[in-house]
Every structure is written in structure tokens, then in C-alpha cells.
């Protein structure tokens, strides 16, 4: 045989398999372009409505920094408060003001702290906001698993979220018996303590706190990524993220409760 | 010895390598701290925090705002009153009977009744019988009915759409028509003399008090601020005030003490109102519910002794209270009811008596007293002329 028939007689041999090869690779890209076309299935996340719908406009809060009482400082208390800020902007109704106007106001004020509800009505009328939310971090351990402790209070300072309250809780019966004026007064201030409370333990080894979280990290996440919603345990970032949108979840919950009407359903947990 | 030496030579390897492998983990372990994450040097463990308390306290351990602990029961009622000549209207054994008006005719009168229902519906009833008539059936709170002075019209304040507001129906039922529309609470309308204009009170959502406004009823998209007050009544004779205006009354508090109420008056002629006067007014004693004779002589009122006494658990004031009635000057004082029972609410009739709500028999109910016999006890004509109220004190 000649070298041409040599390589006449191979090439058969080698042309089918190298047609093989070519059509198990087409299978695996077809297969592969396949995968990466499918994308997951968007959700959206749950959000939180303020009650006060009835009011025209946007409700205004203002947040203090919050104080650091957790016994560590391996963290800034500035962040967290920054993350509560963004946590208050997530709720439908309410608008918050940015962390640095408030240091700027409480810096106009020669103000270092909030420390009695005097400086509550000084802040909260220098802002010109409708409630003052301060607060202190009681626990922060970024070490898997995470624990973060807030404890929040919301102080209600002009009648858009007061006289909110009074209407709904009217009752023209009570009203007329009544031997005195309850009603707010002009110059409405904050009354002798805060119209809502939240506090809240975070520790990520609380199986509670997990499922919280895995229902805060709905559409919050890629369900296809490698941690999944378990990446809000993995950073702590993540993770003050979902502990200030839950205490904040909790105070609008404490609002619905304060402002619902007889017979109104009450609104979900958080 | 080559064995020997071999032996050696792989037990002094096992051994550098033992040895190295000890140095290896001991090093290990003396440099853990090459990795700081996230800081320089692992944080002493915080140390176990219990649960926060769920009040928060910025102040240590002090802590303000404590609720007034009010008393567990309310005062105990007897079912003996004092007042001489009081009847019994309504006889309702469930729910409440209240806010009543009578018609200038005197032939009928409407009011509030959770009787057949845990939220207030109106109702009528034919005085001198028994049969009532439910006018509204809504699911909402229908309170404070009115009827205007031709006796066609009923107003009244109602929550049927989540926010009180007042409502104007016809005297026979049909759908009521909502004339007042903000968010802000609005309450107690009361008809003027001619019947086209409601006055009314309304909780200023700016304010935080409330407010006393005044709307034509068949163009309700202006109303006008009059003043500060709760509870207008507008007096049903025209042009009794002392510069030919009419005269409204209603209830204000003080802003400072204890904020008892007080009886005040005003003059308003052509949609402007004069100076407020206090008729009457007390820090120790609070007058409530003031309402019209029907000759605009007189002012029938609720004086309340202790203001701050008493509420029970659904916050419904049950402590004492008792009629008086007082001429317009504010000159002449006459008691109407005694005893230990909560009486509120005085509807002046044209038939002479003065309808109101009283606890005597443990629930509210509707009652009447004869006015005149109480004026005539007390040494007055009922013809006798009284002097305006000065509006500009």
C-alpha cells in the first residue's frame, strides 16, 4: 500500500472519530447553553406598609445613631444605624432621613446624645420629622453563627401620626361622657413615652431566627448561588441588614395595632 | 550492620520527621493569629446579654410615662334615683340607648342604639309609643343623629367609611349622603335655623384639637373654620345674639390643669363669629353636653363633679353626673337631676320636657323630665325674659 492508501485507508477511521467527538461536544454545549439559559424564577421580596394611608403625603422619620451598649467596639455603631435608616426607606409610606443630616443636626444642636425627651422635641423639631426612632445595639458578634441585639423605640412627634391615632381610636360615645380634653393640644410633642417598641435578640443559632431569616431573604437572593439565603449568615453586613428591617417590621406592626379601627384584622407578625 | 544501619537511618527519618511534624503543629498553633478576620485580634467573646427588656429606658432604671392605673370596677350604680318626675323612654336590656333628639314638632325623636347590634345604628320612635324604627343598618358606627328644623332631614356622624364623617338622610330612610369628606374626624352636626347650613366638629389634624366648622348642606366644598370647641349646638331661634346673629354653643376646655370642659357661646352673623364667652366653667368641675331650650331662652348642660374620678374599663365615663338647666345670661341656675347615677346628653323637646341618658337602671336608656315642673319648683316663670349674653367679655 502507498502512503496515500495508508492514509486513505485511516482516514475513515479517523474522520468518524473525530465526527464523534464533534457531536458528543455539540451535545454537551447544546446542553451547557441550555443550563445557562435557564435563570431562576424572580420573587418579589416582602414589603412593609406604614398605616398611615389616609394621611396625603409621606410620613417622615428620623433616626438616631444608635447607642453601643453590646460591650465590644468591633464595630461602628454608624453602620448599623445606617443600615436601620435604610431599613425605615424599605417601608411603603414612610421616608426616612439620611443618618448624616441627623449628625448634622444634632451637631447645630451642640446635641452629643439624646438623653431625655427634651432633646427628643429639640431634635425632632429641628429636622422638621414626623417620629424620631433611637435606639441602642445591645449584642453584635459577627463570628458564623452571627448574633446582633437592637432594642428601637419610636416617638411620635407631629399630629400626622398622632392625630392619626386619635381618629381611629375615637369613640363618640366615650367622647361625649368624657368630663375632660384628651386630645393632643397645640404644639403637639411626644407624649411621656415612645407609641412603639421593638427589641429583638438575633442569634442565628435560634432555629427561629433562621426562619425569619430565610423568609427575609426571599427574593433577596440568588436561590441558585452557592450559600443561598444562608449568605445572610455568612456576612454580618447581611445579616444587620435583616436585624434592622425586622425590629423596623415590628415597630410598623406595633403602629397598625395602635391605629386599627374595631374589627380591623390584625396585621401578620413580621 | 547494613540492616542495621538501614533500621537507623529510617528510625532517625521517622524520627526528624516526627519531630518536625510536632514543631509544625506547635508553630501552628503559636501563629494562629496570622489570620484576623475580621479584626486584628480575635474580640474577647462577648459575654451572655439577657433578653432586652421590652421597654426601652433611656434614662438607667428610671422609667416615665407609667399609665395611671385606673380603678378595676366602676362605680357601682343604684337603681334609685333622686329625680322627681323622670320617666323612662327606650327600654333597652341589651346594649345602649343615647344621643337623642326630638323634633321641633315634638312628635318624634331619633337616637343611637346598640341594641340589636354591637355597632350604633339610628332609630326612631314615635314619642308616646313603643314601636321603633331602625333607619340605618350599616356595618359601620351611625352616632349623634339630627333632625332638621322642617323635620325631613336627619344628620348624622358615622364611620360606615373607615374615617368619621357626617351624613344627611331623609327623615323617612333612603342612602344617606356624605357632605363632609377629609380624613380628619369629623362629628356632631347640628342644623341652623333655617336648615341649610350644618355646623360641626372636627379633630384638626394640625391642631391636635378640635375644631368647629360650619358647611352648607347642599354645596359642601367650602366649609369654613369658626373656632375652637366640641360639640356646636346651634341655637334653633334665629337671630337671638346680641348683634341680631345666631348663637352657638359647645364645649372647650382649658389649655392648662386638668383640662375640664366648659360651657362657651359664640355669635356668628354672615359666616362670621364674634368673641367666645364662657357661661360657665370650673377647674374642680366639668359642664358638658350643652343644648338649647327650644326658645333659645335657656341652656340645658351635664355638671360632672369629679372629672377625673372615674372610667370604666371601656373607657365610658360612668362616674356621677346630673342635669342643670341655666338662663342664656347665665344668671339662673336650676337643678334638674340628683343621685348617684351617670344622666348626660339633655335633648330639650317642644312637649316640655328635656330627654336624656341616664344609667339609673344600670344601662343606658332614655329618659324625660319635665322641665317646667322643675323650673316652677325652683321659683321661675317659664315666660320669664331673659337678657342676651354679651359676646364680647
Same mark, same amino acid.
Do not use: C, I, M
Given at each position: 500500500m502507498t502512503s496515500a492508501q495508508t492514509m486513505l485507508a485511516r482516514a475513515p477511521a479517523g474522520l468518524i472519530g473525530r465526527a464523534v467527538l464533534a457531536l458528543v461536544l455539540s451535545g454537551l454545549l447544546q446542553g451547557c447553553e441550555g443550563f445557562t439559559n435557564r435563570k431562576p424564577e424572580l420573587t418579589p421580596p416582602t414589603v412593609t406598609r406604614a398605616p398611615?394611608?389616609?394621611?396625603p403625603g409621606e410620613v417622615l422619620w428620623g433616626v438616631v445613631p444608635l447607642a453601643n451598649?453590646? $460591650?465590644?467596639?468591633?464595630?461602628?455603631p454608624l453602620i448599623v444605624s445606617d443600615k436601620l435608616v435604610a431599613a425605615v426607606e424599605e417601608v411603603e409610606g414612610i421616608r426616612a432621613v439620611p443618618l448624616n443630616r441627623t449628625l448634622q443636626a444634632m451637631h447645630a444642636l451642640e446635641m452629643? $446624645?439624646?438623653?431625655d425627651p427634651g432633646d427628643i422635641a429639640r431634635l425632632a423639631d429641628a429636622m422638621g420629622v414626623d417620629g424620631l426612632v433611637v435606639g441602642t445595639i445591645t449584642a453584635f458578634d459577627p463570628y458564623d453563627p452571627p448574633t446582633i441585639g437592637l432594642s428601637i423605640a419610636l416617638y411620635a412627634r407631629t399630629p400626622a401620626m398622632g392625630a392619626q391615632a386619635a381618629q381611629a381610636g375615637i369613640d363618640p360615645r366615650a367622647l361625649s361622657a368624657s368630663p375632660t380634653d384628651h386630645t393632643p393640644g397645640p404644639g403637639f410633642r411626644p407624649g411621656d413615652g415612645p407609641t412603639a417598641l421593638a427589641s429583638a435578640h438575633l442569634d442565628a443559632r435560634d432555629h427561629g431566627v433562621l426562619v425569619a431569616l430565610r423568609d427575609y431573604a426571599q427574593g433577596r437572593?440568588?436561590?441558585?448561588?452557592?450559600?443561598?439565603?444562608r449568605r445572610y449568615t455568612a456576612s454580618m453586613d447581611l445579616y444587620t441588614q435583616f436585624a434592622t428591617q425586622h425590629l423596623v417590621a415590628e415597630l410598623v406592626r406595633q403602629e397598625h395595632l395602635r391605629l386599627a379601627t374595631p374589627g380591623e384584622d390584625e396585621p401578620p407578625a413580621p | 550492620m547494613k540492616i542495621r544501619s538501614h533500621t537507623c537511618n529510617s528510625t532517625r527519618s521517622c524520627s526528624a520527621l516526627l519531630l518536625a511534624a510536632g514543631l509544625a503543629l506547635a508553630g501552628c498553633e503559636a501563629n494562629q493569629?496570622?489570620?484576623?478576620?475580621?479584626?486584628a485580634e480575635r474580640p474577647a467573646e462577648p459575654t451572655p446579654t439577657?433578653?432586652?427588656?421590652?421597654e426601652l429606658s433611656l434614662f438607667g432604671q428610671e422609667t416615665w410615662g407609667a399609665p395611671t392605673a385606673l380603678p378595676a370596677d366602676p362605680i357601682p350604680l343604684t337603681?334609685?334615683?333622686?329625680?322627681?318626675n323622670a320617666s323612662r323612654i327606650t327600654f333597652a336590656e341589651e346594649g345602649a340607648d343615647f344621643d337623642p333628639c326630638v323634633s321641633s314638632s315634638g312628635g318624634f325623636m331619633v337616637f343611637a342604639s346598640t341594641q340589636h347590634s354591637r355597632n350604633a345604628d339610628i332609630y326612631l320612635k314615635n314619642l308616646g309609643s313603643t314601636i321603633l324604627t331602625q333607619l340605618t343598618n350599616d356595618p359601620g358606627r351611625d352616632v349623634m343623629p339630627k333632625i332638621s328644623p322642617d323635620g325631613q332631614w336627619i344628620a348624622f356622624a358615622s364611620d360606615r367609611a373607615l374615617d368619621w364623617n357626617i351624613y344627611v338622610m331623609p327623615r323617612a330612610g333612603g342612602r344617606p349622603v356624605q357632605i363632609t369628606w377629609e380624613s380628619a374626624a369629623e362629628l356632631h352636626p347640628s342644623w341652623s335655623p333655617d336648615g341649610k347650613q350644618i355646623a360641626y366638629s372636627k379633630l384638626g389634624q394640625t391642631s391636635g384639637r378640635w375644631e368647629i366648622w360650619v358647611t352648607d348642606v347642599t354645596n359642601t366644598s367650602t366649609p369654613h373654620f369658626l373656632g375652637y370647641g366640641l360639640f356646636p349646638e346651634w341655637c334653633?331661634?334665629?337671630?337671638?345674639?346680641?348683634?341680631?346673629g345666631d348663637l352657638i354653643l359647645f364645649q372647650r376646655s382649658a389649655d392648662?390643669?386638668?383640662?375640664a370642659f366648659g360651657i362657651w357661646m359664640f355669635e356668628m352673623k354672615g359666616g362670621q363669629v364674634g368673641s367666645p364667652s364662657q357661661l360657665i366653667g370650673s377647674p374642680a368641675t366639668a359642664y358638658i353636653n350643652p343644648n338649647w331650650s327650644p326658645d333659645g331662652r335657656y341652656v340645658v348642660f351635664a355638671s360632672v363633679s369629679d372629672p377625673h374620678a372615674i372610667q370604666s374599663a371601656d373607657k365610658v365615663f360612668t362616674g356621677d353626673s346630673d342635669l342643670w338647666m341655666m338662663s342664656s345670661d347665665g344668671n339662673t341656675m336650676v337643678s334638674l337631676t340628683t343621685g348617684n347615677s351617670s344622666d348626660l346628653l339633655p335633648a330639650w323637646g317642644t312637649d316640655g320636657n328635656i330627654y336624656f341618658v341616664s344609667t339609673r337602671t344600670g344601662r343606658d336608656n332614655i329618659w324625660a323630665i319635665n322641665a317646667e315642673t322643675a323650673m316652677l319648683a325652683a321659683g321661675?316663670?317659664?315666660?320669664e325674659p331673659v337678657a342676651t349674653v354679651p359676646t364680647d367679655q
Open positions: 398611615y394611608a389616609g394621611q451598649e453590646s $460591650g465590644t467596639d468591633v464595630f461602628d452629643r $446624645g439624646v438623653r437572593h440568588d436561590p441558585e448561588g452557592a450559600l443561598g439565603w | 493569629g496570622w489570620y484576623t478576620s475580621p479584626a439577657t433578653p432586652p427588656p421590652t337603681s334609685n334615683p333622686n329625680s322627681v334653633p331661634k334665629a337671630g337671638t345674639g346680641p348683634n341680631g392648662r390643669g386638668d383640662r321661675l316663670s317659664p315666660s
